[in-house]
């Protein structure tokens, strides 16, 4: 089993709606979670930072926390043609490792 | 966040060589680190680099492969010894900063091509 696991996509959403991507992460012992988007051949650029249980509101991005299912969500609202990016899921072990999942790559249809 | 740049961006190199790349950060930061991300793959943590002392590295990666400094609060430098085409990969560092230690922000990546 992976250690963080999201589902590699293409996951295709029209211009304006709802993008969904989860994630779900096997250490209980994490605390930390992060979204990262990578653009095809850019470096990852931080969205979303998440610590605790619920939800976490950044314009028109949500993350979503429930460490009793360890599961992470990003909600990406009124989706651009500008979010068609891969979508990384990280969790921190221990003091400084961040884990990556394999990354969800999205794709907004105009 | 801070400003890293990396140099080289990209670099093409024949199997046997070495290449070190840089990392540079506009201020002084807590903690950085160096990542691999193979073609169509996930970012692996290699090292964490330590100022002033020998890195730390992750299970799979060792220190005659991949030697790291880092001699100062905001520089670092990682050496891809004897490669081979499995070494080609985009090598990035992270940074991050005292009072948000949890969260780390990417250089732009060199990507390196071994034939």
């Known amino acids: 089993q992976k250690e963080v696991e999201q589902n590699s996509g293409p996951l295709s959403v029209p211009e304006g709606a709802i993008a969904s991507l989860n994630c779900t992460y096997s250490d209980r012992g994490s605390q930390s979670f992060f979204w990262y988007r990578q653009y095809s051949g850019k470096s990852p650029e931080l969205i979303m930072s998440?610590?605790?249980?619920g939800d976490k509101e950044d314009g028109r991005f949500t993350a979503q926390l429930n460490k009793a299912s360890q599961y992470v969500s990003l909600l990406i609202r009124d989706s651009q043609p500008s979010d068609s990016a891969t979508y990384l899921c990280a969790a921190l072990q221990g003091a400084q490792k961040l884990v990556f999942g394999q990354g969800t790559r999205l794709t907004i249809n105009p | 966040s801070a400003v890293i740049s990396q140099k080289p961006s990209r670099d093409i190199c024949q199997r046997g060589t070495s290449l070190t790349i840089q990392c540079q950060v506009d201020?002084?930061?807590?903690?950085m680190f160096w990542y691999r991300q193979q073609p169509g793959q996930s970012l692996t943590l290699i090292a964490t680099a330590n100022q002033g002392s020998e890195a730390t590295y992750e299970s799979g990666f060792v220190i005659d492969k991949f030697p790291i400094s880092r001699p100062n609060l905001t520089f670092s430098t990682l050496t891809v010894s004897n490669m081979s085409p499995e070494d080609s990969s985009i090598y990035l560092c992270s940074v991050s900063r005292t009072g948000d230690s949890d969260t780390q922000y990417f250089g732009p990546g060199t990507r390196l091509t071994v034939l």
């Open positions: 201020s002084q930061v807590t903690m």
């Open positions: 998440i610590y605790s249980n």
